[in-house]
Structure formats: structure tokens, C-alpha cells
């Protein structure tokens, strides 16, 4: 039987490369997927690929009412939500801090930070009206250590950590887990095209070949850690960081000579 019948899941940044294989894998277990994206024309491509028990909505998580509708149009067509998914992110192309524009710095910390912080916000009631559920926000490796040209980037993703431990202790006694997962670098086009006004993509800083797992992550790697966090077999699981990058967070693994 498919592990999330019954169940409704809504996927911020739905249309992204780890965002459509979240929604996808979502789909084929047998929840209902609420796709929340600012891309209407792919999102709505990719409800009618699924079909039945799929839905794009309009979303931009850096608005407090456009959250609300959200809200409001998943319970409407499926009756409840049970699980959301911070998915939806920004880059900000290299740059010194002394070179980072303040809007730029504005725009990378209302998406990854605000809104999360909305996210948890307006679905919070939503999740205790259906009985307790779970969020999973995305955030990243570089929330775990400093990375030179990032710095809006890396703050955003520093400030999910604690924003995800705090969300924890508030809703736990409501049945509610919250957990972040840290995916490193992963072969998507958000890792391997350049971010707005940028020339290099961020693969570019980033070789595999030290990595203790010489490649880059897929999404798929990255969705089936989703999906045991947000399934029963987590059920005692709450204001945990999952890091999931390959081992690029150990340093260079040792070399072997081949036989």
C-alpha cells in the first residue's frame, strides 16, 4: 500500500529540480500534492502530468496573504493538510559582502528565511486542524559552514536552523514535528546553471572528486530522506538537521592506489 494515502502534502518550490522529484515521488506514494510555486505555466504542467489528487497553486512565500490562499485552497480541495514541505529557495550570485547589494540581500532572506517563517506561520493552524502532521524545511550545507561570496545565502540557511528547532518546541505537543534537511551539492539547475546575475553556476567551486562519495547528489537522494521524515517509521523525530552531501562536509576522503 502506498505509504502516504490519504495524506495532503504541500511542495514549495514545486517546480524545481528537488521540488518536482519531491512532488513526484509524493505522488506515485499516494498522497494528494499541493504544487505551490510562482511559475503557474510549469506548475500547471506538472499537476495535469499527474493527474487526479495533484494541484498547482500560486504561491509566493515571501507574501503573508498569498501563504493564506495557499492554505485555504488545499484544505479546500482535499479537507486537510497534513504535511508542508519548505522547499522554495534563491541564490545569490557571488559576491563580496562589500560588493552584495542591500536588495539583493533583501530578496535572498525573504525567500529562504521569511519565507519558511510563513510557511510555518499560516500552516501551523492548518496542521493542528487536521491533527498534527510535519514540516521538513530544505535548507543546505552551506547553513552549516561559512562559504565565501554567499553571504545572503549562507545567512538565510543558518537562520532555517534555528527557526526549525524553535518551530519544534512550539508544536510538538500539537503533534507536530518539525526537521531540516542540509542537501549538498546536488545536480540540479539551481546547483549547475547561474543564478541571476552571475556567470558560474556554484558547481563550479564544487569538484566531487574529493568528496568520500565522488559525485554529485541527485534529487531523488535527496526525496527519499524527505520521505522517511515526513512518514510514521520518524514519528519520534523532531528539531533534527539531516546533513546529506555525500560526505563533502568530512574534507577530502583518502586516496587509494588502484590495484
Not at 505555466?41 to 500560486?58: I, M, W
Not at 500552516?123 to 487536521?130: F, H, S, T
Not at 564544487?206 to 524527505?226: H, K, N
Not at 514519528?235 to 574534507?251: K, Q, R, S
Amino acid at each position: 500500500m502506498p505509504r502516504f494515502t490519504n495524506q495532503t502534502v504541500l511542495v514549495t518550490g514545486g517546480t524545481g529540480g528537488q521540488g518536482a522529484s519531491h512532488v513526484r515521488a509524493l505522488h506515485a506514494e499516494g498522497a494528494n500534492v499541493v504544487i505551490g510555486d510562482i511559475d503557474a505555466q510549469r506548475g500547471a504542467g506538472l499537476a495535469a502530468e499527474l493527474g487526479g489528487g495533484a494541484r498547482f497553486v500560486d504561491l509566493d512565500v515571501s507574501r503573508e496573504e498569498s501563504w493564506a490562499a495557499a492554505i485555504a485552497e488545499t484544505e479546500k480541495a482535499f479537507g486537510a493538510l497534513n504535511i508542508l514541505v519548505n522547499n522554495a529557495g534563491v541564490q545569490n550570485p557571488p559576491a563580496l559582502i562589500e560588493s552584495t547589494q542591500r536588495t539583493t540581500w533583501a530578496r535572498i532572506l525573504d525567500v529562504n528565511l521569511t519565507g519558511t517563517f510563513l510557511g510555518i506561520k499560516t500552516a501551523a493552524p492548518a496542521l493542528r486542524r487536521a491533527g498534527g502532521g510535519a514540516i521538513v524545511n530544505i535548507a543546505s550545507t552551506m547553513g552549516i559552514g561559512g562559504t565565501a561570496l554567499y553571504a545572503p545565502y549562507v545567512a538565510s540557511k543558518w537562520a532555517v536552523r534555528g527557526l526549525t528547532q524553535t518551530a519544534a518546541l512550539e508544536l510538538g505537543r500539537d503533534n507536530i514535528r518539525v526537521n531540516a534537511i542540509h542537501p549538498g551539492v546536488v545536480a540540479t539547475p539551481f546547483i549547475t546553471e547561474p543564478a541571476a546575475g552571475s556567470h558560474a553556476p556554484i558547481a563550479d567551486f564544487y569538484s566531487p572528486e574529493p568528496f568520500a562519495v565522488p559525485r554529485l547528489g541527485q534529487p531523488a537522494d535527496i526525496t527519499a530522506l524527505l520521505l522517511f521524515l515526513i512518514s510514521p517509521h520518524a514519528a519520534f523525530i523532531t528539531g533534527a538537521e539531516y546533513v546529506i552531501d555525500g560526505g563533502l562536509l568530512l574534507g577530502p576522503a583518502l586516496q587509494r592506489e588502484a590495484a
